[in-house]
């Protein structure tokens, strides 16, 4: 657990290891779930993405197209775990 202080003017400074854990520099954003209990849990804000940086996201990268059958042969293997990742 990491204890920090509470500045006069309600501000609280992260300290080091808490901003390499939540994968932080300098600029970057938290957010803050505030929860019933009087407790909060924090986490890297995650920037969002335009539309636009999606196109190509899930281009055919393949040698060679497969079969409905192949696909559901490799699901299976993978599934019965007989394809190690």
Do not use: W
């Not at 992260?14 to 924090?42: F, M, Q, R, S, W």
Request: aromatic content about 6%; overall charge neutral; proline content about 1%.
């Amino acid at each position: 657990m990491v204890r920090l202080k509470v500045t006069a003017k309600g501000q609280v400074t992260l300290k080091k290891e808490v901003l390499e854990h939540l994968g932080l520099k300098a600029g970057d954003e938290v957010e803050i779930d505030l929860l019933p209990t009087g407790e909060g849990n924090i986490r890297a804000a995650k920037g969002k993405r335009s539309i636009e940086s999606l196109f190509g996201m899930f281009a055919h990268k393949a040698d060679r197209s497969y079969s409905i059958e192949e696909i559901n042969e490799a699901i299976a293997a993978g599934y019965a775990g007989e394809i190690k990742f």
